[in-house]
């Protein structure tokens, strides 16, 4: 399957600007500028929708490539 904007992978990350950016966030967090940084993080905007432990609507998520304070 080919990627959506033709991207290119660099080792774990989906593209090479994804990469590059990271390498600067570690360097950041290294030197005290940032915090916390997290990468892939998962948040469930909706939750799955039950009804008599039927599934009616699968839950809706996003995953950010990097988070941090």
Same mark, same amino acid.
């Given at each position: 399957?080919?990627?959506?904007y033709?991207?290119?992978?660099t080792?774990?990350?989906?593209?090479?600007?994804?990469?590059?950016f990271?390498?600067?966030?570690?360097?950041?967090?290294?030197a005290?500028?940032? /915090?916390?940084?997290?990468?892939?993080?998962?948040?469930?905007? /909706?939750?799955?929708?039950?009804?008599?432990?039927?599934?009616?609507?699968?839950?809706?998520?996003?995953?950010?490539?990097?988070?941090?304070?």
């Amino acid at each position: 399957m080919r990627p959506k904007y033709e991207n290119k992978k660099t080792g774990k990350y989906h593209s090479k600007k994804e990469a590059d950016f990271a390498t600067v966030l570690h360097a950041m967090e290294k030197a005290g500028k940032i /915090i916390d940084l997290r990468e892939q993080v998962k948040f469930v905007l /909706i939750p799955a929708q039950y009804i008599d432990g039927k599934c009616i609507e699968r839950a809706w998520s996003y995953v950010c490539d990097f988070q941090y304070r």
